[in-house]
């Protein structure tokens, strides 16, 4: 069934057949159309953001907590390259998101005229893919093929640019239909006999390791439940990357905790000493693997992706599946059952004795003080008092990002959000947002540092027009940690411009924006004001003042590998652990 | 403290520099605005090298172009580039033709040659050896059009350049695999 629709009709008229009901996005010139339909109904919310990095990161954190595509609209020129920072991060992290922007009338596109640039051209590096629309009769088909795009395969955002004149033209509407896209054909099952190999191998397997990631969360609920699944069949370890936390529980007996540079010391042993890795979702980023050439190096390595590009680029794997984490998950556990497959019980159970060992070293702890509230502490104090709350966790970057993966423990996908890949500070308030927008009755913390938080502390406002109740807590050491801590690590102390230096009153800036603002420095007072936090129905700002000196460890230095970590009780001397190689590395 | 001792490069690119291979890849696109700029700039932005790219409509009717790429890496980057590749969204297919083999591949040149007296005999008499033509000719100038293989342009060249070789239009290389079969 077609009708006729003017292109901006049209958009908010496929926005709508594709099931979306929230938007974040600002007006200008070259969308002002596509707002006027907007104007015209109430099927689709609006949420109007005070920068368009601000709609980006709220995008992405609607999507990540509701699994549907985020959508945000902006306009022409500033409004799209003011949004580059967020689809870069969407596309690294793998978040379905569409992006409709303005452009200038087909006639003056190359002119340099107002608010032109070339949106297609910027935006292809940071995108899935992107459509410049430059005739009416191809819209329709457009927004809907973005939508496909951006959530099938590998989730990514995609671009549409509208010139004026087509948000005004008349044209046929068609509406989507189960799109069988010519060239993009995501597999989504693993071929049969890899399968047969991989469960092959897991059953002879006398040190093995689950390594999973994001890529389990994108799959969708389905992907952790069967996660747990075949943990339990086989009774393996798990560890997760950061995008991957709370695709198995925190709580389950056979998590090991997050790995990598600030993993703990049993998942990164575990890692490096194992014999099986059956990597799931996850890319082996340099973030994860330390030293490549010392990386786990006597295992076997299975990788299933959806993306055939992340097998064999960094690690050299030998057996890729290429499929769907939950359809792969499916198919391991369809034969582990058909076949009636049992494992190396007895070997299984002296690698739970060695990783017991690892576990022992207790990576995670810190010097407790009465004095000062210790970072760690203030994110173990949230985390018990918000247990059982349903909370959704955005962060900023930085120490407290790493501090929150280690002390704040998920138990459900979806409940994380938080800029992995790129590590854009600045992304936790917008896509606290987000996530509040998706879930509003939710408790929905926004993990800050005091550097991050100003980034986009704009949104503040959004958050106050939307009377959206999202807690931010600052975790305030006035410095930019991670990078007077790399400071230390590399740079002999110099402390060049780590110091935030003139930081605003948090309390009383909240209060400006119409939020509530609280402070606390006594760890004594610590819970009571973590609760006044949680039972205010506002937005709450919620300014933690922190050991100011606190290093986030255990840590993986640059340069070096697994089994090479910096604990916590090893910390004096940091400043001599990386080497000249080392230091090249980021 | 003891100095470290230097240690092996953390980046596995840098262990196997020597190991380079030069791979010609058969790419069938959408013809559609953008498409070119799509492969160039994967290359560019992940640090590939593009030894040389051809490209022009293949099927009129069903809008298809097909691009030639000579590019040159460590086996896993050619891999890795086939498979990026792969992801972009108007991409129909990718195909190593060297990996598969039995391919055959052509280069077109223009090569502009000046002299007088007897360097314009010597430039004929090379070009007749090497089944040059002349398509253009002055009292003092020819333009020879020479198809071949790579290696046999730049041999033609070679020669070319102490008779009075003025200046080199190449079309890079196009490839297409022996046999009945499409790729």
């Known amino acids: ?586 | 403290m003891n100095a470290p001792t230097a240690p092996l490069s953390p980046y596995s690119s840098a262990v196997g520099k020597s190991n380079i291979e030069v791979h010609t890849l058969s790419v069938l696109v959408d013809n559609e605005p953008g498409v070119l700029a799509r492969v160039v700039g994967l290359f560019s932005g992940r640090g590939y090298n593009i030894e040389s790219l051809t490209v022009a409509e293949v099927a009129h009717a069903e809008h298809l172009s097909r691009i030639t790429i000579v590019t040159s890496g460590t086996p896993e980057a050619i891999e890795q580039i086939g498979h990026q590749l792969e992801r972009l969204v108007p991409i129909h297919k990718v195909t190593d033709l060297t990996l598969r083999g039995g391919a055959v591949e052509r280069e077109l040149a223009m090569i502009k040659v000046a002299g007088k007296g007897a360097c314009r005999d010597e430039a004929l008499r090379l070009a007749d050896a090497f089944r040059a033509r002349v398509i253009d000719a002055s009292i003092e100038s020819f333009v020879f059009e020479l198809t071949g293989n790579v290696g046999k342009i730049d041999q033609f060249i070679d020669l070319m350049r102490p008779i009075g070789l003025v200046e080199v239009a190449r079309t890079g290389v196009a490839a297409i695999s022996r046999g009945p079969n499409p790729i």
């Open chain 1, 1 to 586: 069934m077609s009708n006729l629709l003017t292109g901006a009709e049209m958009v908010v008229r496929a926005l709508q057949d594709q099931g979306v009901d929230t938007i974040f996005g600002y007006p200008g010139g070259a969308v002002l159309p596509i707002y006027d339909a907007l104007f015209h109904q109430d099927q689709i919310k609006h949420v109007l953001v005070r920068h368009e990095q601000g709609a980006a990161h709220a995008a992405e954190g609607f999507a990540r907590s509701s699994g549907k595509v985020g959508v945000l609209l902006v306009t022409s020129g500033p409004g799209a390259t003011n949004a580059i920072t967020g689809l870069t991060d969407a596309l690294m992290d793998s978040i379905p998101l569409v992006c409709i922007t303005g452009q200038v009338p087909t006639h003056l596109i190359g002119s340099d005229a107002f608010q032109e640039c070339d949106t297609v051209g910027i935006t292809r590096h940071c995108t899935k893919h992107n459509y410049l629309v430059r005739q009416i009769d191809d819209l329709a088909r457009i927004l809907h093929e973005a939508f496909y795009v951006a959530q099938n395969g590998r989730p990514g955002p995609v671009v549409i640019d509208i010139p004026k004149d087509v948000q005004f033209a008349i044209g046929a509407y068609s509406g989507p239909h189960k799109i069988e896209h010519k060239t993009y054909k995501p597999k989504l099952e693993g071929d049969a006999d890899k399968i047969a190999q991989a469960v092959a191998l897991m059953a002879g397997a006398k040190r093995p390791i689950f390594y999973t990631g994001g890529g389990i969360i994108n799959s969708g609920l389905e992907a952790s439940l069967l996660l747990r699944e075949l943990v339990g069949l086989t009774g393996f370890p798990v560890t997760s990357t950061l995008m991957g936390l709370g695709a198995y529980p925190a709580s389950g007996e056979n998590w090991l905790g997050m790995l990598g540079m600030h993993g703990t010391f049993e998942a990164n042993n575990a890692m490096h000493d194992c014999d099986l890795m059956i990597a799931i979702g996850a890319r082996f980023d340099d973030r994860i693997t330390g030293r490549l050439d010392a990386f786990s190096p006597g295992s076997k390595k299975i990788h299933v992706d959806i993306d055939p590009s992340s097998i064999n680029k960094n690690v050299k794997v030998d057996l890729g599946i290429i499929g769907d984490c939950a359809h792969v998950l499916r198919q391991m556990i369809d034969l582990f059952r058909a076949k009636k497959i049992s494992i190396e019980s007895a070997a299984l159970a002296r690698w739970w004795t060695q990783i017991d060992k690892w576990r022992a070293r207790k990576s995670l702890s810190f010097k407790a003080s009465n004095e000062v509230i210790k970072p760690q502490y203030a994110v173990q104090r949230l985390y018990e008092l918000t247990k059982g709350r349903d909370a959704y966790i955005t962060t900023e970057v930085g120490q407290h990002q790493m501090w929150a993966a280690q002390h704040y423990h998920f138990e459900e996908p979806n409940r994380w959000m938080t800029s992995g890949g790129l590590g854009t500070m600045g992304y936790g308030l917008p896509a606290a947002i987000g996530a509040q927008m998706a879930h509003p009755g939710a408790l929905v913390i926004d993990i800050a540092g005091e550097a991050s938080i100003l980034m986009n502390m704009q949104e503040l406002s959004t958050a106050a027009q939307y009377r959206l109740p999202v807690k931010i807590f600052i975790l305030n050491n006035e410095y930019m940690g991670m990078v007077r801590q790399w400071q230390e690590l590399l740079h002999g102390g110099r402390y060049s411009e780590s110091y935030s230096e003139a930081l605003p009153d948090f309390v009383k800036l909240a209060e400006a924006y119409g939020a509530h603002g609280i402070r606390c420095s006594d760890p004594a007072k610590l819970d009571e004001a973590i609760l006044e936090m949680i039972d205010t129905p506002r937005t709450v700002m919620f300014d933690c003042i922190v050991d100011k000196t606190e290093n986030c460890l255990p840590m993986i230095p640059s340069g070096k590998a697994h089994n090479e970590m910096i604990l916590p009780d090893q910390d004096d001397d940091i400043g001599t652990v990386i080497d000249a190689s080392g230091k090249m590395l980021v």
